[in-house]
């Protein structure tokens, strides 16, 4: 069973960029597809981006296309994602989201493993 740690949240203004981390421990790193998902007060949580199990095919909702990007780094067992041109439409609750499938599934209850998740807030 793999544990996710996320990081990297904060407080900053439109246009700033922030990086969150997300590291994974337990099975081996590459057996998992990760992303993230965000979740804004009120709102459900809704796919971000996310890269398959193989490390590559990385994948981003329309809404951060262009402006986010997804990594991972095997070495440190940890997933980025970098976030440029920020919103304030981008504040949520970012979760860090694993699955064993190949891809990451779109759906929240068909997610095997979260995050606590880390608190982006982009003012105006």
């Known amino acids: 069973q793999v544990q996710l740690a996320e990081s990297g949240g904060g407080l900053v203004q439109a246009g700033d960029s922030l990086r969150l981390s997300c590291a994974a421990s337990?099975?081996?790193?590459?057996?998992?597809?990760l992303g993230w998902f965000r979740q804004a007060p009120g709102k459900e949580r809704d796919f971000v981006a996310a890269?398959?199990?193989?490390?590559?095919?990385?994948s981003y909702a329309d809404s951060v296309k262009g402006r986010f990007t997804i990594s991972k780094e095997y070495t440190k067992n940890t997933v980025y994602l970098q976030m440029n041109s920020l919103k304030p439409e981008d504040t949520a609750v970012y979760y860090c989201?694993?699955?064993?499938?190949?891809?990451?599934?779109?759906?929240?209850?068909?997610?095997?493993?979260w995050g606590q998740g880390t608190q982006v807030t982009v003012s105006s």
């Open positions: 890269i398959s199990r193989s490390g590559d095919s990385p």
């Open positions: 989201a694993a699955s064993p499938l190949m891809f990451l599934p779109r759906r929240t209850q068909d997610i095997g493993y």
């Open positions: 337990g099975p081996t790193f590459s057996m998992y597809a």
